[in-house]
């Protein structure tokens, strides 16, 4: 408000300055003009005594006098004019004053109506504020009461009925007391206050039942578990009475065998089976006994679980003795059987069995050794025998006629008389009869190095004549290897001349030409193929070494050992082959490159040509055709190379040497990229395939019947994203200065003439339409796809397939296919220049192919 009111006295002190401000510009306005007028009639005098001076008469006079005439009665109406003005800026002056006194009374009484119901507002706050707190405190003394009630409820809902009688009269006492407070909850304060009462006091009956279940369920487990103990005990007592019948067995078992060594006359090993079977029957009887006890504690070792443990032991004072004339006190009764009494028994358990093993191993070993002396004892009985069958005369002694006849017997060996002669100087003692029965072991020892010492000398002779046969053979088997040897030689001169040519290679590889690099190529494969059938020839001629002899079993390992040296070498040899191999396959895979690399760049300068010949001559790709093929219905590489070599040569830029043009065999080689059937020819229905431009349209643009844009009828509207192909153009239009061209709209086959762009910058069609693969499809061959199962099977696993991703170029516009209602085009996929047929949309509506 204090703002407004300096605004108002602000524009009213401008406006009371602004008539004096005109009034001062009136006066200074009249001033000059008063000025101006006395310079006019100073300059007019001057001018009226010149014009006496000279003499030329008073009718100039006259008429300056009549002009300043005019000139004051104009200044007195302006003065006249000002002064109305002034009367109006007065008036004007007066009544702004009037509306702004009017206005200020106005926002005066305004301002204080305003103040009036701006205090009633705050009474009126004041009071309701009052009201809420009021409110607010009541509602705070209900909740306070509220909440004592039911805290003194969540006491009663967890009582025990220990504490529940008590806790009841504390919430009796407090609904006395607060209940009233709790104001407009009251009547839900009581329900609740009830139901809680209640459901304690069926949760206090409910604990009674459960302790009072619990407790007979503590008395059963307890009359249970009692009834166990006592019939673990009474398994217990008669797990003791088995463990003490196999501890008696035991005994008797360790006892007899312990006497077993002492027993007389077991000379044979009958008589100490015998001897050992009663011992024995004693072990197997302790093993039962103890198997017995096993089995019971295996059988009942859950029924045994329930013994107490023992007793912790409690320390006794030392008993006094007792006074003379008193009695003695009583023995404690014994204490109950437990856990650690059947760990005792078990313990007892596994020492016996450890015990009747060892008595069982001791016994074993026992009988051992009185069969090996009951053994020795039948074996020198067995010797006594024999001596005593060829001592003929019975004197205890082997004459050396004894000895002869003992030895052509047994050995079928006739002793030399020297042989025979050591061993009775070496035998016979000085003056006996011959050899004694005690030394008959060592005569026959003495027989058998007789016997062999005459077989080494028939061996010696044997060998000799076999080393000798061996070394005959070897020789023969040396002779018909030096030819492989030879073989082999040669094989890795060539090997290494060929993996000299190959390193060679791949040090030119850069600056030779695809054609060139092929071409060497080719002389280093014929080299490596010569070497390689060396190699294979040595491989060969090892296989066959020997093949026809049979090579005696001393020399098998020399041959093989030989032949596997020449085979190691051979294998070198073809490692190295195999290495110049993968040499010259890298070299052949980088030369196809670049000759794909050359090729794809001759023919985009050969597609570049074309293109610019038919455009210069305003050409139609079937035009261009007819002059390529001269009329034929196809053209080779001859006819495409013959026509490329006529074609005008690219002039040079300024400052720059021309690029050398391709020769004809480089026009030949880029043929290869447009006979994509592989046939050899190409048809015109190929090259207009090639030369093909499509265009997308990026704005919806007018397609007419002619190429002028006024008086033409419109063919149809061409909408975003539809694409068309260029057949002919771009030609200027002159009258609207734009390019215009011919197409065939794909989506429909309609044919008319269009805009490229506009002359204020628009674009109707842009260049550059390629199609991307979406879903993988196949490629095949020909347009029709239907066929049976198995061979669709066949087709889908033989033909080429297309990934997601995929570039391809488009050669046939896509057409349904009718039998399968699928949609077909022709395409040449861009990444290695196949070309073929592709589902681009399935039956369903599922693309496969879309365009980018």
Not at 434 to 441: E, I
């Amino acid at each position: 408000q204090q703002q407004q009111q300096q605004q108002q006295a602000s524009w009213m002190q401008q406006q009371q300055q602004a008539p004096q401000q005109a009034q001062q510009q009136s006066w200074m306005q009249q001033g000059q003009q008063d000025q101006s007028w006395s310079q006019q009639k100073g300059g007019a005098q001057q001018g009226q005594s010149w014009n006496n001076q000279q003499g030329k008469g008073g009718a100039w006079a006259a008429q300056q006098q009549q002009y300043q005439q005019e000139q004051i009665r104009k200044q007195q109406e302006q003065m006249q004019a000002a002064r109305l003005k002034q009367q109006q800026m007065e008036e004007q002056r007066r009544q702004l004053e009037e509306a702004n006194k009017q206005r200020i009374a106005q926002q005066q009484a305004k301002i204080a109506e305003q103040k009036r119901i701006q205090e009633e507002l705050q009474r009126k706050k004041i009071e309701e504020q009052r009201a809420r707190m009021e409110e607010m405190r009541q509602k705070q003394a209900e909740t306070k009461a509220c909440a004592s009630v039911r805290k003194s409820l969540l006491k009663l809902k967890i009582a025990v009925p220990e504490n529940f009688d008590a806790l009841k009269e504390e919430v009796a006492k407090m609904l006395a007391a607060e209940l009233d407070a709790c104001g407009s909850q009251k009547a839900a304060v009581q329900e609740e206050a009830d139901k809680a009462i209640d459901e304690a006091s069926k949760k206090v009956e409910g604990i009674k039942e459960q302790r009072a279940k619990a407790e007979a369920a503590r008395v059963e487990a307890a009359k249970k578990k009692q009834e166990a103990i006592d019939k673990a005990r009474a398994l217990l007592l008669e797990l003791k009475g088995l463990a003490e019948a196999a501890e008696e067995a035991s005994k008797d078992f360790a006892e007899m065998t312990a006497g077993f060594s002492e027993k007389p006359g077991l000379d044979s090993e009958d008589k100490v089976s015998r001897a050992a079977q009663p011992i024995e029957e004693a072990g197997t009887e302790a093993v039962s006994k103890l198997q017995a006890c096993h089995d019971f504690l295996k059988a009942k070792t859950a029924d045994l679980r329930p013994l107490p443990q023992a007793p912790k032991p409690m320390l006794k004072k030392a008993a006094a003795k007792p006074e003379e004339g008193t009695e003695e006190p009583k023995e404690e009764a014994p204490a109950e059987l437990t856990q650690a009494d059947l760990q005792k028994v078990q313990s007892k358990i596994t020492s016996l069995r450890s015990a009747n093993d060892k008595e069982a191993r001791s016994l074993k070993q026992l009988i051992q050794a009185a069969n090996k002396k009951a053994a020795a004892a039948s074996e020198m009985k067995k010797i006594q025998t024999l001596f005593n069958k060829y001592d003929k005369d019975k004197d205890a002694h082997l004459s050396k006629k004894e000895i002869t006849v003992f030895a052509k017997s047994e050995y079928k060996y006739t002793i030399p008389e020297d042989d025979l002669g050591k061993m009775l100087k070496v035998l016979v003692q000085d003056g006996a009869k011959g050899v004694k029965a005690t030394d008959f072991q060592a005569l026959k020892a003495a027989i058998g190095v007789s016997r062999e010492r005459t077989m080494d000398k028939d061996r010696k002779v044997a060998r000799e004549a076999r080393e000798k046969e061996v070394a005959e053979q070897k020789a023969e088997l040396q002779k018909s290897m030096e030819g492989v040897v030879a073989a082999l030689k040669e094989a890795e001169q060539a090997v290494a001349e060929v993996g000299k040519a190959g390193r060679t290679l791949m040090a030119e590889a850069k600056s030779l030409k695809a054609t060139a690099m092929l071409s060497k190529a080719a002389e280093v494969e014929t080299a490596v193929q010569e070497a390689s059938e060396k190699v294979a020839a040595v491989f060969k001629d090892i296989e066959s070494c020997g093949a026809d002899a049979k090579v005696d079993e001393d020399l098998t390992n020399w041959f093989q050992a030989e032949k596997k040296k020449l085979t190691i070498q051979g294998k070198t040899q073809e490692a190295a082959c195999g290495k110049t191999t993968q040499l010259l396959e890298k070299f052949k895979a980088d030369a196809n490159r670049k000759d794909s690399a050359e090729v794809k760049v001759l023919a985009a300068k050969a597609l570049e040509a074309l293109k610019k010949y038919k455009a210069d001559k305003t050409l139609t790709a079937g035009a261009l055709f007819d002059e390529v093929a001269k009329g034929a219905e196809s053209f080779g590489p001859d006819e495409f190379a013959a026509f490329m070599c006529g074609l005008p040569k690219a002039e040079a830029e300024d400052g720059k040497e021309a690029a050398p043009e391709p020769e004809s065999e480089d026009w030949k080689r880029a043929f290869k990229q447009f006979d994509e059937d592989k046939t050899g020819l190409v048809t015109k229905q190929i090259l207009e395939a090639i030369l093909m431009v499509l265009m997308k349209v990026v704005k919806d643009v007018a397609m007419t019947e002619s190429m002028g844009i006024k008086d033409t009828k419109t063919v149809r509207r061409l909408e975003v994203g539809e694409v068309v192909q260029i057949l002919e153009g771009p030609i200027k239009e002159e009258t609207m200065d734009v390019l215009r061209v011919r197409v065939k709209a794909l989506k429909d086959d309609a044919e008319g003439w269009t805009t490229v762009a506009g002359n204020q910058g628009s674009m109707y069609l842009k260049e550059g339409v390629s199609f991307k693969v979406i879903k993988e499809t196949i490629l095949t061959e020909g347009f029709e796809i239907e066929v049976p199962k198995e061979e669709a099977r066949k087709i889908q696993q033989s033909t080429r397939k297309l990934k997601p991703g995929e570039i391809v170029e488009l050669r046939v516009w896509g057409r349904k296919q009718e039998d399968t209602g699928l949609t077909r085009m022709k395409i040449k996929v861009k990444s290695d220049g196949t070309v073929g047929y592709v589902t681009s949309v399935g039956n369903t509506g599922i693309k496969f192919v879309e365009i980018v």
